[in-house]
């Protein structure tokens, strides 16, 4: 079975805070996703990668930056996180850019 | 660009026929795909189908697509209290998904 596991199911951080979130998948998926989640909102996109060390912004990138440094590990960095941050943050992976994966998510209350 | 739109909330009885409607605007769309998601957990990919099929079936599901019209609806038969969740329609763009707000299916007794 395909894992895709994220380092907290749950994180509180204070306004101007440095933020990292990381996800880490078995199945050697060249593509990485990171997306938020906010009610009436679905799921939007704020970086994908699809190799090592490249990144292309998603639909909603700003106030974000992510790092992937080795295949199985894609993290999202907020850099002075603000209370608007706070959502659903949600972790993918796939071969392909469809039929992905997803891991359980972070919920991050920034106050 | 990619808009998919689905209703928000869906009640159902146990023992009856849930539909799902999706409508989405890219005509290109070569998949298009329905997620389940779980309370407190990630979404799962329930089912997906080709745009030149019309139906689709697996088990309890059944996907209907309209092309013409852009609508998509996932009918699950025979709804049991574990079909509870947000039900996430996605089309497939260039080279992301994009996901409607998601349903939410309430299964009451």
């Known amino acids: 079975d395909v894992k895709v596991t994220q380092s907290s199911r749950y994180l509180v951080k204070r306004t101007g805070e440095k933020v990292f979130l990381e996800c880490v998948q078995d199945?050697?998926?060249?593509?990485m996703f990171w997306y938020r989640q906010d009610p009436g909102l679905g799921l939007r996109l704020i970086y994908f990668s699809y190799d090592v060390k490249m990144k292309e912004k998603g639909d909603i990138p700003e106030g974000y930056s992510v790092s992937r440094e080795k295949k199985e590990r894609f993290s999202l960095i907020l850099e002075s996180a603000s209370t608007n941050q706070t959502s659903m943050y949600l972790c993918?992976?796939?071969?392909?850019?469809?039929?992905?994966?997803f891991g359980p998510g972070t919920r991050l209350t920034v106050t | 660009g990619e808009d998919v739109e689905q209703s928000l909330f869906l009640s159902v009885r146990e023992g009856d026929s849930s539909v799902i409607n999706c409508t989405y605007t890219d005509s290109s769309s070569t998949y298009l795909y329905w997620y389940k998601q779980e309370p407190g957990a990630g979404l799962q990919l329930l089912t997906y189908?080709?745009?030149?099929?019309d139906m689709k079936q697996d088990q309890r599901l059944t996907v209907l697509l309209n092309k013409k019209d852009k609508h998509l609806s996932l009918r699950i038969a025979d709804t049991q209290t574990g079909d509870s969740a947000i039900y996430f329609c996605?089309?497939?763009?260039?080279?992301?998904?994009?996901f409607g707000a998601g349903t939410t299916v309430t299964v009451r007794a």
């Open positions: 199945m050697d998926h060249e593509n």
């Open positions: 189908i080709f745009s030149n099929m």
């Open positions: 996605a089309e497939r763009g260039d080279y992301k998904l994009s």
């Open positions: 993918a992976s796939s071969t392909q850019f469809y039929e992905q994966y």
